[in-house]
């Protein structure tokens, strides 16, 4: 069994990958908001009051928009 271990990206940097601000990052998670985005990768609890997403999650979800974009140009 060869898994690799996945990273943790913590807020503040997943919303730069982004290139959104952080509070947009939370309400594309909050499902009361209109932005909510219900496949957006959900963070992961790394202590009391620290959280972190999973880096090959965000990497899918990144792949999933650039798949998207380019079946609509096609």
């Known amino acids: 069994m060869s898994e690799t271990l996945d990273s943790f990206i913590r807020p503040q940097a997943a919303a730069t ?4 601000k952080q509070g947009t990052l939370w309400s594309w998670l909050d499902s009361n908001n209109p932005r909510y985005l219900a496949d957006f990768p959900k963070p992961v609890r790394l202590g009391k009051k620290a ?3 999973s880096a090959k999650e965000l990497a899918v979800y990144q792949s999933k928009l650039l798949a998207a974009r380019e079946s609509e140009v096609a």
Request: aromatic residues 28%; hydrophobic residues 70%; neutral net charge.
């Open 17 to 20: 990958l982004f290139g959104v």
């Open 51 to 53: 959280v972190g997403f």
